[in-house]
T-cell receptor, first 112, second 114 residues
Framework: EDKVVQSPLSLVVHEGDTVTLNCSYE??????LLWYKQEKKAPTFLFML????IEKKSGRLSSILDKKELFSILNITATQTGDSAVYLC????????????FGQGTTLQVKP | NAGVTQTPKFRVLKTGQSMTLLCAQD?????MYWYRQDPGMGLRLIHY???????AKGEVPDGYNVSRLKKQNFLLGLESAAPSQTSVYFC?????????????FGPGTRLTVT
């Protein structure tokens, strides 16, 4: 059965800390891995990764994929209280339907 | 562009009642999805549609029906609500690319079944 597992499930840090969120997957016909940030409401897109070893970066956030070991990490440096959210990892399989398999999410709380 | 909108935002139902959740998108996306989100379980796919007039089951379809009569709208129906359907429901849409499918989400509907 295809699955996506995120760790840790929750994390509390202080402003300025660096955090690493993990996402491992076991799926058939992997196509891409996506990261979303969910604050109070709808998930918003962060990154899409398709190739191993190529880092995607946006400000203080960065992510990388390892297709051999079947995982991805999301790094957030110099965390701010506005980074507090649920971070979702999802995998797209080559099914031509766009269906995503989501992990459970990691809840990040950044304290002042 | 409004993006993806959902109505209603909140609803309380009694067991056995029925209701329809409406999702609308103005991005001309071919694909649309309905998810439910429960604590500690991420997003689970209920039903999806790859085009007007077509629908298919996702991971957790039981107790739900859907229809996509117009490209921009995707309706989720609960015929006889049960407490187990208490959840937050998200609609999403995406383009049909030959590559990958970034999904755009609506704001969610919080449903409580008593």
């Amino acid at each position: 059965e295809d699955k996506v597992v995120q760790s840790p499930l929750s994390l509390v840090v202080h402003e300025g800390d660096t955090v690493t969120l993990n996402c491992s997957y076991e799926v058939t016909n992997f196509r891409s891995l996506l990261w979303y940030k969910q604050e109070k409401k709808a998930p918003t897109f962060l990154f899409m990764l398709t190739s191993s070893g190529i880092e995607k970066k946006s400000g203080r956030l960065s992510s990388i994929l390892d297709k051999k070991e079947l995982f991805s990490i999301l790094n957030i440096t110099a965390t701010q209280t506005g980074d507090s959210a649920v971070y979702l990892c999802a995998v797209d399989r080559s099914s031509n339907t766009g269906k995503l398999i989501f992990g459970q999410g990691t809840t990040l709380q950044v304290k002042p | 562009n409004a993006g993806v909108t959902q109505t209603p935002k909140f609803r309380v139902l009694k067991t056995g009642q029925s209701m329809t959740l409406l999702c609308a998108q103005d991005m001309n996306h071919e694909y649309m999805y309905w998810y439910r989100q429960d604590p500690g379980m991420g997003l689970r796919l209920i039903h999806y549609s790859v085009g007007e007039g077509t629908t298919a089951k996702g991971e957790v379809p039981d107790g739900y029906n859907v229809s996509r009569l117009k490209k921009q709208n995707f309706l989720l129906g609960l015929e006889s609500a049960a407490p187990s359907q208490t959840s937050v429901y998200f609609c999403a849409s995406s383009y049909r690319w030959t590559g990958v499918y970034e999904q755009y989400f609506g704001p969610g509907t919080r449903l409580t079944v008593t």
